[in-house]
């Protein structure tokens, strides 16, 4: 069986350029069938096998469109995600998969409910800099720009431990949140070119094997020069 993968809201949720995650992906790839479903369109998940899905960033207003859209299949959601199915959530779109989103004036928007997860939103103070820190084994590196800072409750364990940058709120020096294969993460770059041994674990829990990157020599050299550049004590956190 060929591994499945699908993208949901592609038309509106790739702010930042994130829909280049998928693009790397399908050249890394090849083989693998790949799914796009549109706002309006029924989630090819909720009647079929996937091994994987994604969704990008977006803007306030869509996450509203999104929560509605996905909220019929909440079940399924939780059901896949107990499976172990990859679950890959960049910017603000794993948002939507929490409990809450409050803004500064007091307005409280209800999410999914399938993670213990609130966000706190002010849009008068948009925050970005770099990201750097560790997943596992690994250097993870990339950029965050947010509007959102993001409280992770039980069940949850940070994505990445931070060394250096902007956390994603004032009181853990963490960035995104795991459970199980989800991967909820403010992270953009996008993520998956800009961190090639990441997306090589990402591959492998696909494929239940090591495989060589598209570009891989190219990509990890790129990587190494950032993992450096952002180490530089001269290099600030914006």
Known sequence: MSI?????????????????????????????????????????????????????????????????????????????????????????????????ITDKDGTVTECLGINDFTAKRDMMNRFSGLVLGNYEDIEIAAFRAQFTKGYPGEGLVPFVKMTKGVPMNDDEFTEGYTRNSFYGTYLLGPLLILNPYFTKKLIKKLCGQDRKLAFEEEVIKAYNTRIADFKDKKVGIH
């Open 4 to 100: 499945v993968i699908e993208e949901l809201f592609p038309e509106v949720c790739s702010l930042f350029g994130d829909g280049a995650n998928m693009k790397y992906l399908r050249q890394c790839l090849p083989e693998a069938r790949f799914e796009q479903t549109a706002l309006n369109d029924r989630p090819f998940f909720a009647d079929n096998h996937v091994d994987m899905i994604y969704m990008g960033p977006m803007t306030e207003n869509t996450q509203l469109q999104v929560i509605k859209r996905l909220k019929p299949f909440r079940d399924r959601i939780e059901e896949l995600i107990q499976k172990g199915t990859v679950f890959l959530m960049t910017g603000n779109a794993h948002e939507v998969f929490g409990k809450r």
